[in-house]
C-alpha cells in the first residue's frame, strides 16, 4: 500500500488504505465491494454456510441477490409493527374470548399477504381473500425464502409482546430446497417450536412439509447426492423423512400438534390409491391445478388446505395427526 503521508482523506477498505484522489484505489474498492456482494450457495461440498438451527438473518448464503437483503430486512420491520399492535392491549382487549391466530413460514404463507418479500406477486392472487375468510383476526408473519434459522432469529423479535396464541407453523422446505439435509432440516423446525413452547404460553400447530416438485435438486449435489454420487431426483423422500420425525418427536406434546396429512390429501390425493414405489411417479401425481409452481399452492389450493387444517385449529386436545 502507499505510504501513510501519502494518504491525505483516505480511508480503510478491505484491508488496504484508500486514496480518495487515486483512481487505481478507488478501482480496488470497488473490487473490493463487488466481492462482499456476491451470494454464495448454502451448501457445497465443504459444508453448510447457515446452521437450521443456529438464528440469522440472511446472509450471503441464503440470498438469491444481494439486492434482497434490504428487502428482507424491510419486511421483517413492518412484520414486528403488525405484531405489536396485533398483541397490544387494545387488540388483546377487542379479541377477548377468542383465540389469537397467528401463522409462522416462509412463501407459502405470505401469500396470505398477497406478497414474496413484502411485494405484491402474482402466484398469490385471490389467496389474501381465502386467508380472510378461513381465518378471520389472524396475523400472519411470513417472509418468502426464509428457512428455520431465519425463523427463528425472526421470532423473539416478532413476537416479543405476544402472549397465548395458537401457532400456526410451515417451516423448513426451504432448507431441503438449499441443501440441508433432512435431519438438520428436522433440528430446525423441532428448535422453532421449543421456541414458542418455552417462551409463549400458547399451543402450536406444526404443519406437515407440503409436496413440491423436484424443481432444481439436481443442482444440490454435491453435496446432497445418492450413495453412488448421483444427484436426487425427488424431494418426496426427504420430505417424508421430516415429516414423520416431527410427528414421532412432538406425538407425546401436549401442546403440540402435527397435522401431517394435509400434504397429500390436497395437492397429492392419488398417492393414496396408487401402489407406486418410485419418488419421481409420486411427483407425477401433484395437482398443478392447485400447485402451478409445484411448489406455492394457489388461491383454490389454499382453500382446501385452509378447509384441511381447520378441524385441527378447532381441537381442543391436541395430539398428533400423521
Keep these: 500500500p502507499p505510504p501513510a503521508k501519502q494518504s491525505v482523506g483516505g480511508a480503510q477498505r478491505c484491508g488496504v488504505r484508500v486514496t480518495y484522489g487515486s483512481l487505481a484505489w478507488l478501482v480496488v474498492l470497488c473490487v473490493c465491494a463487488m466481492a462482499q456482494e456476491q451470494v454464495r450457495p448454502m451448501c457445497d461440498a465443504s459444508g453448510c454456510g447457515e446452521s437450521p438451527v443456529v438464528p440469522t438473518p440472511r446472509t450471503v448464503y441464503s440470498l438469491r441477490k444481494m439486492s434482497q437483503?434490504?428487502?428482507w430486512h424491510r419486511t421483517h420491520a413492518e412484520n414486528v409493527r403488525r405484531s405489536?399492535?396485533?398483541?397490544?392491549?387494545?387488540e388483546v382487549e377487542r379479541r377477548r374470548?377468542?383465540?389469537?391466530?397467528?401463522?409462522?413460514?416462509?412463501?407459502?404463507?405470505?401469500?396470505f399477504e398477497g406478497n414474496g418479500y413484502g411485494e405484491p406477486v402474482a402466484r398469490a392472487e385471490g389467496v389474501p381473500e381465502v386467508f380472510r375468510k378461513y381465518y378471520p383476526n389472524?396475523?400472519?408473519l411470513a417472509i418468502a425464502g426464509d428457512s428455520t434459522q431465519h425463523l427463528l432469529w425472526r421470532l423473539p423479535r416478532e413476537l416479543k409482546t405476544a402472549r397465548s396464541a395458537t401457532f400456526v407453523v410451515l417451516i423448513g422446505t426451504n432448507n431441503l430446497g438449499n441443501g440441508h439435509a433432512p435431519?438438520?432440516?428436522v433440528d430446525g423446525v423441532r428448535a422453532v417450536v421449543d421456541w414458542l413452547l418455552e417462551f409463549t404460553q400458547g399451543r402450536v400447530v406444526l404443519l406437515g412439509l407440503l409436496p413440491r416438485g423436484p424443481g432444481k435438486i439436481a443442482?444440490?449435489?454435491?453435496?446432497?447426492?445418492?450413495?453412488?454420487?448421483?444427484?436426487?431426483?425427488s424431494f418426496s423422500p426427504a420430505i417424508d423423512h421430516v415429516n414423520r420425525a416431527l410427528a414421532r418427536h412432538f406425538s407425546d406434546n401436549s401442546r403440540v400438534l402435527v397435522?401431517?396429512?394435509?400434504?397429500d390429501a390436497v395437492f397429492r390425493p392419488a398417492r393414496q390409491r396408487e401402489t407406486r414405489s418410485s419418488p419421481e411417479e409420486y411427483d407425477r401425481l401433484l395437482r398443478s391445478d392447485l400447485m402451478p409452481d409445484l411448489l406455492h399452492p394457489n388461491a383454490r389450493g389454499h382453500a382446501l388446505l385452509a378447509q384441511c387444517l381447520l378441524p385441527s385449529l378447532l381441537s381442543s386436545s391436541p395430539s398428533s395427526e400423521s
Design 219 to 233: 443442482a444440490l449435489c454435491p453435496p446432497r447426492c445418492r450413495s453412488d454420487g448421483s444427484p436426487f431426483s
Design 183 to 185: 435431519t438438520p432440516t
Design 259 to 263: 397435522v401431517s396429512h394435509c400434504g
Design 84 to 90: 405489536d399492535a396485533f398483541f397490544s392491549e387494545e
Design 69 to 71: 437483503n434490504e428487502t
Design 97 to 111: 374470548g377468542q383465540d389469537a391466530l397467528v401463522f409462522l413460514g416462509d412463501s407459502i404463507f405470505e401469500s
Design 138 to 140: 389472524a396475523l400472519c
